[in-house]
């Protein structure tokens, strides 16, 4: 168990951080960009007292698709972290109603953090995306929401606490990279060897040897119940016969 969760954090970060990599530079279409932007979710990561790389990084889809400019995307990720400080729901939900609100939808901001109805309204008919990231930056300003507050509150211990998270997570994830890169070269060459084998004919082989196997082990099981009666008697038998010489 010590050793499947020893894994899990080092080599398993490790190969989740990869894919979710992977689909991010798919997304941004440019390895450079998306290398930025990776860097860029990273130190936010470990400086924010309530954001975390993991969930930035499995709710970039819902940014990826409104903007690929890695500034933009830093600036709404604040957004995001102001809100999640502010109303204390998670990295996906504040993710969501950001995305939302962006796309022109104001129910999940008004609903699961608590914004002004008005206010969202009239963010959602500003044009571009943008403009919308100003909107929102300017409601949450008057609010109180600032990076200021952000800041005071990575200060707490809960706040400290996430940050220790973070960097403690991020450098067991990096410590399982070199492995967990072998380990795929290693999962690669065992399926170019199956590509290479004649599966149907082995399997089929291997099946019918074990057919038989199965064959032998139910026929002696009926001639045992067949003869059962007797061998039963006979050790009777032997074991009286037994007793009397003894």
Do not use: C, H
Not at 3 to 20: L, P, S, V
Not at 125 to 153: A, H, R
């Amino acid at each position: 168990q010590g050793a499947a969760k020893a894994f899990d954090m080092t080599i398993g970060a490790a190969a989740r951080y990869e894919q979710n990599a992977m689909a991010i530079s798919g997304m941004i279409g440019d390895d450079k960009q998306a290398k930025k932007y990776l860097q860029m979710i990273e130190k936010a990561a470990i400086a924010s007292p309530v954001l975390n790389s993991t969930d930035m990084m499995s709710n970039s889809k819902a940014f990826l698709g409104l903007s690929k400019n890695i500034d933009e995307l830093k600036q709404v990720w604040g957004l995001v972290e102001r809100i999640q400080a502010f109303s204390g729901v998670d990295t996906q939900q504040a993710s969501f109603s950001t995305k939302e609100l962006m796309q022109g939808d104001y129910t999940s901001m008004y609903e699961a953090v608590g914004l002004d109805k008005k206010e969202l309204q009239k963010i959602t008919k500003m044009n571009g995306l943008s403009s919308k990231i100003t909107g929102l930056d300017k409601l949450l300003t008057k609010m109180g929401v600032t990076d200021e507050m952000v800041n005071k509150m990575g200060n707490t211990t809960k706040g400290l606490w996430s940050q220790l998270q973070e960097k403690s997570q991020t450098f067991f994830k990096n410590m399982g990279m070199e492995s967990n890169t072998k380990l795929g070269d290693f999962l690669r060459r065992m399926n170019k060897m199956f590509e290479g084998l004649d599966t149907k004919t082995i399997s089929d082989k291997l099946g019918g040897m074990l057919g038989k196997a199965t064959d032998k082990a139910i026929a002696l099981f009926d001639l045992f119940v067949k003869w059962r009666e007797p061998i039963a008697y006979a050790v009777g038998a032997i074991t009286a016969a037994l007793g009397a010489f003894a």
